[in-house]
């Protein structure tokens, strides 16, 4: 799994940090990948990326604030003059659909693909046989939700010496077991996965947590979380902004992350008051509660992979 922050910025677009958005990449896991907000210029941002919109198949909203939502209707009037087909999940607060079909109404756009709009709310908005996706409402000046992305455990090892010693001869039904399928051999044998794996090793966990004050629902989504992903607007120096207008600060973020038991935290929707040359000042703060953190970054394109997080772009 990967993860590609977009646009990092809050409020208006600076020279340093477009408005918010990030990639979700589960080419590995499912051929595709989700998006998270869809702020201004996000298709502009997603031209310096190796992501295809025709690879788009689910969108998730954090709220209905212009800066995450603005890059919207042209994200998804693009998709399918660039091959997108399939159908696209679209997944945010209630009043999401309304402004959609007005948009698309009113621009005379039309969709050569299926858009099915889901309003969310507090529980599990998504379920299939890898992932659950759980959303649970934040405290900002406005609807907004944090989202809890958990893929389910996978199979274990394939002991390959053990299902050959069985008589599974090499090639497809190996990989039929390894992806956790019996097989039947010529002779009628049955051969049990299980018996030729070792034990499921757990999938991972992402947090994406949307603007809000510091609230307990974030530490919920984030708890034991091999990611958290959580806004940092403000500073210590400027934190009396914070609250009246619902964001966090740095240390806000921090504290969630150590809470919640959280493993790894990358703090996102960075005020546009800080340079690139502030992260440090802005690591050196959260480093006090939380010391696993990474300030977001434009572009910045990180894994998990083996129970670790690292940045893979310069």
């Known amino acids: 799994m990967q993860i590609q922050f977009l646009g ?30 869809c702020g201004e210029a996000t298709q502009h941002r997603m031209l ?7 690879k788009l198949d689910k969108i998730f909203i954090t709220h209905l604030h212009g800066d995450h939502i ?9 998709r399918g003059f660039l091959g997108g087909s399939g159908r696209l999940d679209l997944y945010g607060p209630k009043g999401l659909q309304e402004w959609i079909e007005v948009t698309l109404r009113i621009s005379r756009t039309h969709l050569n693909y299926e858009l099915a709009v889901h309003e969310v709310e507090a529980g599990t908005i998504f379920e299939d046989d890898s992932f659950t996706v759980r ?16 893929q389910k455990p996978l ?3 394939l002991l390959v010496d053990l299902a050959i010693e ?9 990989r039929e077991l390894k992806e956790g399928r019996d097989v039947a051999l010529e ?40 990611i958290v992903i959580h806004e940092a607007t403000f500073d210590k120096e400027s934190a009396h902004l914070a609250g009246p207008y619902g964001h966090s600060t740095i240390t806000d973020a921090a504290k969630t992350a150590r809470e919640a038991g959280a493993r790894s935290l990358i703090a996102n929707h960075i005020s546009a008051r800080f340079l690139p040359e502030d992260a440090g000042h802005l690591a050196a703060e959260a480093e006090e509660i939380f010391p696993q953190v990474a300030i977001a970054e ?17």
């Open 8 to 37: 990092t910025g809050a409020g208006m677009p600076s020279k340093q940090r477009n408005t918010s958005a990030l990639a979700l990449k589960l080419l590995e896991e499912r051929g595709s990948f989700w998006l998270f907000d």
């Open 48 to 54: 310096h990326t190796t992501l295809k919109p025709r």
């Open 70 to 78: 603005f890059g919207l209707p042209g994200m998804l009037g693009s």
């Open 135 to 150: 959303a649970l409402p934040l405290d900002h000046v406005m609807p907004c939700f944090g989202y809890r992305i958990e």
């Open 155 to 157: 199979p274990g090892k």
């Open 166 to 174: 069985a008589g599974v001869p090499k090639g497809p039904l190996l």
């Open 187 to 226: 002779d009628g044998t049955v051969i049990r996965s299980r018996e030729v794996t070792g034990q499921p090793q757990p999938g991972f966990t992402v947090a994406i947590l949307g603007d809000t004050r510091f609230t307990y629902n974030a530490v919920d989504l984030s708890r034991d979380a091999d």
């Open 298 to 314: 434009d572009l910045a394109e990180y894994e998990w992979k083996n129970g670790m997080l690292r940045r893979i772009n310069p």
